[in-house]
């Protein structure tokens, strides 16, 4: 299956700072990056989507100006959680496609802010 | 908007039994996925199914498509205690492969011995 390359895979922050999580796709070109919320005991839930070189598209009640995602490349995304809260304390999850119907994940990221 | 739905969402099994989790979706898709993710940990991929009557096994797990009931089944065969985690279906959305996906509330598995 595709590599998929996603740090770091656990961070711990004050409450107030940014955390920026990378998602890398190694062995095949990403034209679409999703990333996923989970919190405990609940399932996967689309933040947003973006496009290499475009601008993201954000779910309904995911806050732009606090989630910057940037797919500067077709291999790179970039996830920053900007003035985080305990709130936001979770697992996200990558997941980079290229346009075939297989679906991979990054190993994910366990955030928890303090 | 598109609607997944598992069930059961808890069970609990002995070693050496059948059993089968069932995912039902609320619009028409011809892609679903089945994930398996064990504590702590990200998504495994265990199947992908793309036609209307897809069939896949492997080993003692075997999921199955039905787009016109829109349901999917993952069937557990002779279960094993290596089998507990969390299985997740997921839908696609839209006509294009690369669409995101919706996911199921996830079914909690503990197979004990």
């Not at chain 1, 996830?79 to 999850?93: N, R």
């Not at chain 2, 011809?30 to 064990?38: T, V």
Request: charged share 20%; hydrophobic share 35%; glycine share 6%.
């Amino acid at each position: 299956g595709a590599v998929v390359s996603q740090h770091p895979s656990w961070v711990i922050c004050k409450s107030g700072t940014s955390v920026k999580i990378e998602c890398r796709s190694l062995d095949f070109q990403a034209t679409t990056m999703f990333w996923y919320r989970q919190f405990p005991k609940q399932s996967l839930m689309l933040m947003a989507t973006s496009n290499e070189g475009s601008k993201a598209t954000y779910e309904q009640g995911v806050e732009k100006d606090k989630f910057l995602i940037n797919h500067a490349s077709l291999t790179l995304s970039t996830l920053t959680v900007t003035s985080a809260h305990p709130e936001d304390s979770s697992f996200y999850i990558c997941t980079p496609r290229d346009g075939s119907t297989e679906a991979f994940f990054g190993q994910g990221t366990r955030l928890t802010v303090v | 908007e598109l609607k997944v739905e598992q069930n059961p969402l808890f069970l609990s099994m002995q070693e050496g039994k059948n059993y089968t989790i069932y995912c039902n979706y609320s619009t028409t898709s011809d892609r679903l996925y089945w994930y398996r993710q064990d504590p702590g940990k990200s998504l495994e991929s265990l199947f992908v199914l793309l036609s209307n009557g897809a069939v896949k096994q492997e080993g003692r797990l075997m999921a199955s498509l039905d787009t016109k009931a829109r349901l999917s089944t993952l069937h557990i065969t002779a279960a094993v205690h290596d089998l507990s985690a969390t299985y997740f279906c997921a839908v696609a959305r839209g006509e294009t492969s690369g669409s995101r996906l919706t996911f199921g509330e996830g079914t909690q598995l503990t197979v004990n011995p």
